[in-house]
């Protein structure tokens, strides 16, 4: 499969801006310009009903939170909801990199979301992500009536580091509560050892390199042990039985896609319900980019319908 001549595009257009990859930069400023830099790739901002900012309950002090509802639900409705962790290697990323995939997600899917701004490395070191989104979780679940949420359809969801929280939350929810009704889980890190054929083959030259992974592994981590605990290598966990129903996707250039497809298929053979797509000619960070790139609509869409039918709502699937 070759590579999607959209995603050539922007890839061509990265190299052309002389953006610094990452790891040449301090994670204060790799977190400044993936801010500046992400508008540029992305559709426009869409309405929804209601955006609020919150504050959730964590382990260290209050976890800053966004409350989003879908345009044309009314406020006192009670909807459910997707808990939604952003993608940027636990070191980079916010609420406002990732408004407009929550924005698209909340009204495609008929749903309301919640996106957390879990606590990053190098200050807080793993697992202090890990502590956060479930602490998140938790305070939907336990004040989500009193934000006109339906607690009994409780999904979560991310990209990348954000999957990866997903995937550790619905574990600790297995075990802890609450009951989840779904997992959204876009091209998710697994497996912190990295040690797949796609690690190697896809090392350099898709946006996510072999140099980045370990940059950001390096402010995540603790030590080398770390990788082989399963709230940081969830694809390590012994059992992953009566998880919630999944939709994995990968991309075909992502140097994490074996790792997500092994995840996939470990959940199936523990009888959970799974979808698994592929979108072979994307690469990694691709579902963020939909102004530029048909796929990445494609797969928001995809991924709203799949909420819609976890959740039993209508949705608005709409686009390309």
């Known amino acids: 499969m070759a590579l999607d001549p959209e995603a050539r595009f922007v890839l061509d257009l990265i190299a052309q801006s002389g953006r610094k990859p990452w790891y040449e930069l301090s994670p204060a400023a790799a977190r400044l310009q993936y801010l500046e830099t992400r508008g540029a ?7 929804v009903a209601l955006v609020r900012d919150l504050a959730a309950t964590g382990p260290n002090g209050d976890i800053p939170v966004r409350l989003y509802r879908p345009k044309g639900s009314g406020l006192q409705d009670r909807l459910p909801v997707l808990v939604y962790y952003h993608g940027g290697g636990w070191v ?39 502590e956060d989104a479930y602490a998140a979780l938790h305070w939907v679940a336990v004040e989500g009536r009193n934000l006109a949420l339906d607690t009994r359809r409780i999904a979560v969801g991310g990209d990348s580091a954000g999957g990866n929280l997903a995937a550790v939350c619905s574990l600790m929810a297995r075990e802890q509560g609450p009951r989840l009704a779904f997992q959204l889980l876009i091209y998710p890190a697994t497996d912190l ?41 969830p694809l390590r966990a012994q059992d992953l039985h009566g998880l919630p129903p999944a939709l994995v996707i990968t991309a075909g250039f992502d140097p994490l896609k074996d790792e997500g497809k092994a995840y996939a298929e470990r959940l199936r053979a523990a009888g959970v319900a799974v979808e ?45």
Not at 41 to 47: F, M, R, T, V, Y
Not at 293 to 317: D, E, H, M, P
């Open 193 to 233: 050892v990295g040690d797949t054929a796609s690690h190697r083959e896809l090392a350099d030259g898709y946006m996510l390199t072999h140099e980045a992974i370990a940059w950001f592994a390096g402010h995540y981590l603790n030590g080398p042990a770390d990788r082989l605990d399963w709230r940081a290598s």
């Open 41 to 47: 790739l992305q559709g426009p901002e869409p309405d």
């Open 276 to 320: 698994f797509t592929c979108y072979e000619g994307m690469f990694h960070g691709f579902f963020g980019m939909n102004g530029k790139i048909a796929v990445a609509r494609q797969a928001i869409a995809r991924s709203a319908a799949a909420l819609a039918a976890a959740f039993g709502t209508k949705g608005s699937i709409t686009g390309d």
């Open 92 to 130: 980079i990323g916010d609420l406002e990199t990732h408004d407009i995939i929550c924005r698209e997600l909340c009204n495609r899917s008929g749903a309301a979301l919640v996106s957390v701004d879990y606590r990053m490395g190098p200050e807080h070191k793993f697992p202090a992500a890990v």
